[in-house]
């Protein structure tokens, strides 16, 4: 089955601490996004990659780090930097074509709280 | 004033009844428009989307878009309880990757 997928779905951890969440997809998608969502709000990009070994700061990328060196894999690093990384966090991919980016698709998510 | 703006709702509609959910947007450049479904606790899943004005009809469900007037809804049919859930509306705005979000509006369907 084709599909995204993120792991774990939930995790704590103690402030101070990084954590690295996983996204994996095996749709041959060239483009993947990170994202965040909080109780009311709706979704803010942290970082995004449009081709392996490139990526681009979204709009809350402060205290966030990623890394793609291969095209299926977009791990997010949720630094101690992060003031406040309690939150739903969501990976998406996408086909990007040469001129337009195409439907972005959503992983299960990642529920992480630091305590 | 907001990008992307919803009413946060909730819309409570009857079982049977349509259902329709609004959007509006600030930037005259935006080019894609999508509505996601997002039931509690879950992610969001791609129900819809729109890139030329007019009407997109799949199944129940029928997106609109008019981009002089910067707005873009999802009327849902024949509506079930099964419906209820949050909708997102996103749009990616010209020459690039991202999507703007709005908020979401909650839909209920009571029996």
């Known amino acids: 089955d084709g599909g995204i997928t993120q792991s774990p779905k939930y995790l704590f951890r103690k402030e101070g601490q990084n954590v690295t969440l996983s996204c994996e997809q095996n749709?041959?998608?060239?483009?993947m996004y990170w994202y965040r969502q909080d109780p009311g709000q709706g979704l803010r990009l942290i970082y995004y990659?449009?081709?392996?070994?490139?990526?681009q700061k979204g709009d809350i990328a402060e205290g966030y780090s990623v890394s793609r060196e291969k095209k299926e894999s977009f791990p997010l690093t949720v630094t101690s930097a992060q003031k406040n990384p309690t939150a739903f966090y969501l990976c998406?991919?996408?086909?990007?074509?040469?001129?337009?980016?195409?439907?972005?698709?959503f992983g299960p998510g990642t529920r992480l709280t630091v305590t | 004033q907001k990008e992307v703006e919803q009413n946060s709702g909730p819309l409570s509609v009857p079982e049977g009844a349509i259902a329709s959910l609004n959007c509006t947007y600030s930037?005259?450049?935006?080019?894609?428009f999508f509505w996601y479904r997002q039931y509690s606790g879950k992610s969001p899943e791609l129900i819809m989307f729109?890139?030329?004005?007019g009407d997109k009809e799949d199944g129940r469900f029928t997106a609109q878009l008019n981009k002089a007037s910067q707005y873009v809804s999802l009327l849902i049919r024949d509506s079930q309880p099964s419906d209820s859930a949050t909708y997102l509306c996103a749009v990616r705005t010209h020459n690039t990757d991202k999507l703007i979000f709005g908020t979401g509006t909650r839909l209920q369907v009571f029996p």
């Open positions: 930037d005259r450049g935006s080019q894609s």
């Open positions: 749709l041959n998608h060239d483009a």
């Open positions: 998406a991919s996408s086909i990007r074509g040469q001129f337009r980016s195409y439907e972005q698709y």
């Open positions: 990659s449009q081709i392996v070994n490139d990526f």
């Open positions: 729109i890139y030329s004005n």
